[in-house]
């Protein structure tokens, strides 16, 4: 049996799953999991991972949910170059910093800022309040000038002189929310005014390359276009919960 990863392009942890996978020619079935339409919520996804969140990972009786854990897992399976996930000490514990801050920080501001800016207006009909929006962008720029200044510095990846793992996962969620020249995601661009972190963003993009990265982010380059044709309804069951977490 391949490799299953079952995934939605929308979500950001499934996206950098893609493209780590796609890069290292590690071959897989895409399974597709429409978060939108409930899927996750289906019996057969449930066997799958009781966790029922993407991505999700079947390599034929082993199942695994979890970013990060799923990315462990295939540059260790698959002995992928050193520098994703380095055998170092101290390198690996630089990735690993990352990894575990981003939970908290980088990647639910940028899922915040998501919904507040796109989802939540556009396919649920409600009006974000004001206040909502600037203390989540408040909260945002403070998790990228801790990108920048903590995470950064200096050096051109968050590890040392090469791409890991911890790069793949940080920008999948600063492309969520922003961009460097065009509109992506919610329509930010918060790249503006910090050289530092739009370097950097080329540096990571030129690494995966660009025909990948503009292949993984194609369905949120397009995001406000993208949600006018979706089927609303099955979210709108949610919408009380979803509400309730982000207003």
């Avoid at 690996?92 to 639910?108: D, F, I, K, M, P």
């Amino acid at each position: 049996m391949a490799l299953e990863l079952y995934l939605d392009m929308f979500s950001q942890p499934c996206r950098s799953v893609y493209i780590f996978a796609k890069k290292n020619n590690i071959p897989f079935e895409f399974k597709s999991v429409s978060l939108m339409e409930g899927e996750h919520y289906g019996e057969e996804f449930g066997k799958i991972t009781p966790i029922r969140k993407v991505p999700a990972l079947r390599d034929g009786d082993f199942c695994l949910a979890e970013s990060v854990a799923i990315l462990q897992y295939l540059a260790e399976k698959f002995k992928t170059p050193d520098f994703w996930y380095p055998a170092d000490l101290q390198q690996r514990a630089r990735v690993n910093e990352y990894l575990s801050w981003q939970h908290t920080g980088l990647r639910w501001q940028g899922t915040k800022i998501f919904w507040l800016r796109v989802f939540i207006p556009k396919i649920l009909g409600v009006d974000v309040p004001q206040d909502k929006l600037d203390g989540a962008l408040e909260d945002l720029n403070g998790s990228l000038k801790l990108m920048e200044e903590k995470f950064i510095q200096d050096k051109p990846f968050i590890a040392g002189d090469q791409i890991s793992l911890a790069d793949l996962v940080a920008i999948v969620e600063i492309m969520q929310a922003l961009s460097h020249r065009q509109p992506v995601g919610s329509g930010l661009d918060v790249f503006e005014g910090r050289p530092k972190l739009s370097a950097w963003r080329d540096r990571v993009q030129a690494a995966i390359g660009k025909e990948l990265f503009d292949d993984a982010h194609q369905i949120i380059l397009g995001a406000r276009e993208s949600v006018k044709l979706m089927d609303h309804s099955k979210l709108q069951l949610f919408k009380p919960k979803i509400l309730k977490l982000f207003l």
